[in-house]
């Protein structure tokens, strides 16, 4: 366990022992640590940190604000995560992280300028990515979304040179070859290789023609 984290858990042990159980402080500092686990790879413990923070400030929020999307959009997070390694729950954890980033942007969405432009473009490329993971009948509903990720970023940065763009660009390549559009796939798969090695240079010249 990190020091950080340790600092975090001593906190929240104090914050618990002096402040009542629905407390902004204690949804913070659960929100904090769950973005330290899932850092550190501790998806278990994050989904724990995450729930909680959720829960309170869902009880002293409302369903609405922006607080609730972050921890909410946190455990779908753990899900997409979980997912991977317990292939026998896998479809429902897609569908739990589904409807939980579909809560996020409905939140993000609904208060407008509050809410950073990236975050909602990060909401709509972890949608995607989800959708195109939930099989055949949400492939085009993946690929919408990442378009929308991906519009929302270039115009956020006010250009395409930009690793998250690529990250969304890759995403977009799969989306188009899972739906038999191989022109299209590798146009952007292309594409984001190219911004990646912009970003990191390939070890030698050879490496960079080929790439």
Request: proline residues 2%; charged residues 25%.
């Amino acid at each position: 366990m990190s020091t950080h984290v340790e600092h975090l858990e001593h906190e929240l042990a104090r914050a618990r022992q002096r402040r009542p159980a629905n407390n902004a402080y204690i949804s913070k500092i659960c929100a904090r640590l769950g973005d330290e686990y899932v850092r550190l790879g501790d998806i278990a413990k994050a989904e724990t940190a995450y729930a909680e923070s959720y829960e309170i400030r869902l009880s002293i929020d409302g369903p609405d604000q922006l607080r609730v999307a972050r921890s909410l959009h946190g455990l779908a997070i753990c899900h997409i995560r979980q997912a991977i390694t317990q292939p026998t729950k896998r479809k429902a954890l897609l569908r739990q992280a589904k409807r939980s980033l579909e809560e996020v942007l409905r939140i993000q969405i609904l208060t407008g300028k509050q809410c950073a432009t990236v975050d909602i473009a990060t909401t709509y490329h972890d949608l995607g990515i989800v959708l195109s993971k939930l099989g055949t009948v949400h492939r085009y509903d993946a690929l919408i979304s990442l378009k929308k990720a991906l519009y929302i970023r270039i115009d956020a940065f006010g250009s395409q040179e930009n690793l998250l763009v690529a990250d969304t660009m890759r995403e977009i390549g799969k989306a188009y070859l899972a739906l038999g559009y191989l022109g299209r796939a590798r146009i952007y798969t292309k594409e984001a290789l190219l911004i990646h090695c912009r970003f990191f240079p390939p070890a030698n010249a050879a490496a960079a023609a080929a790439a």
